[in-house]
């Protein structure tokens, strides 16, 4: 059975700081991994989707990478900004079933 | 709509009562996704739809549990004689994708917070 793990569970951080979450899961048979946002709530924000055969993607200010064969993902958010402040979800969809299997999440707090 | 929608927002339900949750996915989705989100912890599946045939449900918790979507649109989650560790946030997500495991981008509801008591 797939498990997601994400450390550390919670973050704090003042603004202009760089944020790295990790991300780890169990079976190395996936599809791909996402990252999501969610803000209290809310739902579910998709932030960057990596599939399997990459290493890493970027949006703007964020980064993600991949190490498939060690089961981690490392999300990067450069030069915090309090909007970043919300709960950052990983997500793996695998590939034995129709399913993401999410992470227990790292609530961030970015202190102006 | 422009997106998916979920009603009602917030539900207070009696122990043993029985709830009615809805998702109204986006138009022309095909795959439909329900999750369970516990205070505090990521979300879990519980059942998944290509158009109107469930073709996963092995992530519901219990047979009080049902879902349907009888049209291939609405999707109903069903909870009977709910209990106290029903309690979280309910989301369904829709994509456009027929192929599950080849999804780019689900789209999720705001969630229906039930609250049993």
């Known amino acids: 059975k797939q498990e997601v793990t994400q450390i550390p569970a919670a973050l704090s951080v003042p603004e202009g700081e760089n944020l790295v979450l990790n991300c780890s899961f169990t079976?190395?048979?996936?599809?791909?991994l996402q990252w999501f946002r969610q803000d209290p709530g809310k739902g579910l924000t998709s932030l960057l989707l990596i599939q399997s055969s990459q290493r890493e993607q970027t949006s703007g200010r964020l980064n993600a990478s991949l190490d498939k064969s060690s089961g981690r993902s490392t999300l990067y958010i450069a030069a915090s900004q309090p909007g970043d402040s919300a709960t950052y979800l990983c997500?793996?969809?695998?590939?034995?079933?129709?399913?993401?299997?999410f992470g227990g999440g790292t609530r961030v707090l970015v202190k102006p | 709509g422009a997106g998916v929608s979920q009603s009602p927002r917030y539900k207070v339900a009696k122990r043993g009562q029985d709830v009615a949750l809805r998702c109204d996915p986006i138009s022309g989705h095909v795959s439909l996704f329900w999750y369970q989100q516990a205070l505090g912890q990521g979300p879990e599946f519980l059942t998944y739809f290509q158009n109107e045939a469930q073709l996963d449900k092995s992530g519901l918790p219990s047979d009080r549990f049902f879902a349907e979507r009888p049209e291939g649109s609405v999707s109903t989650l069903k909870i009977q004689r709910t209990q106290q560790e029903d309690s979280a946030v309910y989301l369904c997500?829709?994509?456009?994708?027929?192929?599950?495991?080849?999804?780019?981008?689900?789209?999720f509801g705001s969630g229906t917070r039930l609250t049993v008591v």
């Open positions: 079976d190395s048979a996936i599809y791909n």
């Open positions: 997500a829709s994509s456009l994708d027929p192929q599950a495991f080849e999804v780019d981008r689900y789209t």
């Open positions: 997500a793996v969809w695998g590939a034995a079933g129709n399913k993401l299997t």
